[in-house]
């Protein structure tokens, strides 16, 4: 069976300064590979996914994440980070194709001060 | 296109009482999940719906709990009777498939706003 940990519950990090938010996984198969960000009283929204071929994944809002095989690792990143960045933030798993559910991670909280 | 819809947008209830949670997929979409998260367990999957049909429902927690899709733009998720166990926020989302490779990576899942449910 699949599982996701991120091991932060939360990370504080300055306004304009680089962030990471961290996520491993574990997956019998190939890995299938979402971040999700929530923000307050809203539902999850897509940022990015790794299905295949480049480490690095570029998506929404300036974020991206690098899959890292021999890690289990997929880190959620960006180089400038802003207060609206603030909210909760998900990464999912899924280790078969087709439309099987995601396994998600207990989420961080990503706060991010001016 | 409006997303998925969910309502209503906050329930409060007392212990005992039946409760209905209502969500409209997005047009198109053929897969329907319903969530819960509390910040114990973070987000659960209860049961999620293929064309209408329910695929799995291991994490329905009780027989209090039930589902039902009966159309194509339409769910119910219901609890019989109520337990302030059950607070949580209660989330559907759907997807579909959207590229051409049919592959994991085209089944982006889409939230909606979520239900907040108390049960005192």
């Known amino acids: 069976a699949q599982s996701v940990a991120q091991p932060e519950d939360q990370v504080n990090v300055a306004e304009g300064n680089p962030l990471t938010v961290k996520c491993t996984y574990s997956?019998?198969?190939?890995?299938?590979l979402f971040w999700y960000v929530q923000y307050p009283n809203r539902g999850l929204q897509f940022l990015l996914k790794?299905?295949?071929?480049?480490?690095l994944v570029k998506g929404s809002y300036g974020f991206e994440a690098e899959f890292n095989k021999s890690q289990t690792s997929f880190h959620l990143k960006k180089p400038s980070a802003l207060v609206s960045d603030s909210a909760l933030y998900f990464c999912?798993?899924?280790?078969?194709?087709?439309?099987?559910?995601?396994?998600f991670g207990k989420g961080t909280r990503l706060s991010v001060i001016a | 296109d409006a997303g998925v819809i969910q309502s209503p947008r906050h329930e409060v209830t007392e212990m005992g009482q039946e409760v209905t949670l209502r969500c409209k997929p997005i047009s198109g979409h053929d897969y329907l999940f319903w969530y819960r998260q509390t910040m114990m367990r973070g987000l659960e999957l209860l049961i999620y719906f293929n064309n209408n049909v329910p695929i799995d429902d291991s994490g329905m927690p009780e027989d209090r709990f039930s589902a039902k899709m009966p159309n194509a733009s339409f769910s119910t998720l219901k609890i019989q009777p109520s337990e302030p166990r059950d607070s949580a926020v209660y989330f559907c989302?759907?997807?579909?498939?959207?590229?051409?490779?049919?592959?994991?990576?085209?089944?982006?899942?889409?939230f909606g706003p979520g239900t907040r449910l108390t049960v005192t």
């Open positions: 997956v019998s198969g190939n890995p299938y």
């Open positions: 999912a798993v899924r280790d078969v194709p087709g439309n099987t559910p995601l396994v």
């Open positions: 989302a759907s997807s579909a498939l959207l590229g051409l490779a049919g592959g994991a990576g085209d089944y982006e899942q889409y």
């Open positions: 790794y299905i295949t071929g480049d480490n």
